[in-house]
């Protein structure tokens, strides 16, 4: 089974742009997570998708949304970027559903550098 | 609140010594408890999980036992191996009804041969 993959791994930006990274789940996962890795704060969550509807959000600005598609591959959009926005981004597909124990699977991530 | 406490890295042991990862979690309730682990460049991969109080979860040689008295998660190993070199993260499902993970600071392991 495939895992989660991430596209693209690598990505420069510069300061004002917007940028858009994607996300496939693992097939029979509906589920899927976004996270934000940097050396100074850690893992932190950005949102949760599930039925193309955001169903949990971290605390983050506006600038960064996100969306579901009916296949549950999900895309995640910042605009306006900083040099702050600098990370590893990391996305995570679970299945849903009550009874099924909670388990997310991560991706390799995408490594977003803003200049 | 919703925190992940872990010790502060790097870890650095000699192969085939034993491992302890200290991980304290605040609750009000009892929330399913995981460990990942991160390989460089890589994304973070599930090591093991407990999800009610007293659980042990178990994978690859690790161990970690949910102590609700001490509100601890503790990873162990009996012996590490150079390949267990890794950045290792402690984490618990936030709060009833938000399905997501709160993670501690990370823990850098180097095993040395």
């Known amino acids: 089974k495939a895992g989660v993959t991430q596209t693209p791994r690598y990505l420069i930006k510069t300061r004002g742009q917007q940028v858009t990274l994607s996300c496939s789940p693992i097939?029979?996962?509906?589920?899927v997570s976004w996270y934000q890795q940097t050396p100074g704060q850690g893992l932190q969550f950005l949102f949760e998708?599930?039925?193309?509807?955001?169903?949990n959000k971290g605390n983050f600005p506006g600038r960064f949304s996100g969306r579901q598609f009916s296949n549950s591959r999900s895309e995640m959009n910042v605009s306006t970027l900083e040099l702050g926005d600098s990370a590893l981004y990391l996305c995570?597909?679970?299945?849903?559903?009550?009874?099924?124990?909670?388990?997310?699977?991560f991706g390799p991530g995408t490594r977003l550098t803003v200049t | 609140g919703n925190s992940v406490t872990q010790m502060e890295g790097p870890v650095t042991l000699s192969e085939e010594a034993f491992l302890t990862i200290n991980c304290t979690y605040t609750?009000?309730?009892?929330?399913?408890l995981f460990w990942y682990v991160q390989y460089p460049g890589e994304g973070l991969q599930l090591l093991l999980k407990?999800?009610?109080?007293?659980d042990k979860g178990s994978n690859k040689g690790f161990e970690a036992t949910y102590r609700k008295e001490t509100t601890s998660f503790h990873l162990e190993k009996g012996s590490v191996q150079v390949s267990d070199s890794a950045v290792y993260f402690c984490?618990?499902?936030?709060?009833?009804?938000?399905?997501?993970?709160?993670f501690g600071s990370g823990t850098r392991l180097q095993v040395q041969p």
């Open positions: 995570a597909s679970s299945k849903a559903g009550t009874g099924v124990p909670y388990e997310q699977y």
């Open positions: 097939s029979g996962h509906r589920s």
């Open positions: 998708y599930f039925s193309e509807t955001q169903r």
């Open positions: 609750a009000t309730g009892y929330p399913s």
């Open positions: 407990a999800t009610k109080a007293d």
């Open positions: 984490a618990r499902l936030m709060d009833t009804g938000r399905r997501a993970l709160t």
